[in-house]
């Protein structure tokens, strides 16, 4: 008798990471992700189709409201620095999208507060790749994705989120198939 080996198919999946919301949480805890093993780490798991990396570029005027006693060249450091790490994430397959960082001045505070909100981008992008994935890995615990999970799930898209637990949307949690707990898969992803 000849024995069969069970081919079990790996779910095409796309993730879309909202950086921001996840480097709230690393920060907190005080460790990063190595991204060449984020994408292997998934990649062994599923038919990883596309991963795309949303993240703000700062601009000078953000740059030196949050660092006064810092001068022209700590900024382009800081700039070239962002470049080359944009530029290894694309090397690694990653689809970087980027956008200058917003300067909003708060009348309550009397001081500038800085956004780079990448939700209607990732919105987008989701929508647009549908067709290319079975399931999505939402890389962020904001609550505004509530009604993209919802559409996506409309679509028969299993959608997992991947956030830390203290920085996830009591709604949102409610409304994903499963969640992935950052500090879950932290000695996978770690750097």
């Not at 069970?6 to 996840?22: A, E, G, K």
């Amino acid at each position: 008798m000849l024995k069969h080996e069970v081919c079990q198919t790996r779910l095409r999946t796309s993730i879309f990471i909202d950086y921001r919301n996840i480097h709230y949480y690393l920060f907190r805890y005080k460790w990063e992700i190595d991204w060449e093993k984020l994408k292997t780490y998934f990649g062994k798991k599923y038919d990883l189709q596309e991963i795309y990396f949303y993240e703000g570029l700062i601009t000078k005027t953000a740059f030196f409201d949050t660092h006064q006693n810092c001068n022209l060249n700590d900024f382009n450091n800081q700039k070239k620095e962002k470049e080359t790490f944009f530029r290894f994430l694309k090397n690694k397959g990653y689809i970087v999208r980027t956008k200058p960082v917003q300067r909003l001045y708060d009348d309550r505070t009397k001081s500038f507060k800085h956004k780079c909100n990448f939700d209607v981008e990732l919105t987008i992008d989701a929508i647009n790749t549908i067709d290319k994935y079975d399931q999505c890995i939402l890389g962020s615990g904001d609550g505004d994705f509530i009604k993209l999970v919802k559409y996506l799930k409309g679509k028969h898209k299993t959608v997992l989120i991947m956030a830390g637990k203290d920085r996830l949307s009591n709604e949102l949690l409610k409304t994903a198939h499963q969640i992935i707990y950052l500090k879950d898969i932290k000695c996978k992803i770690a750097r």
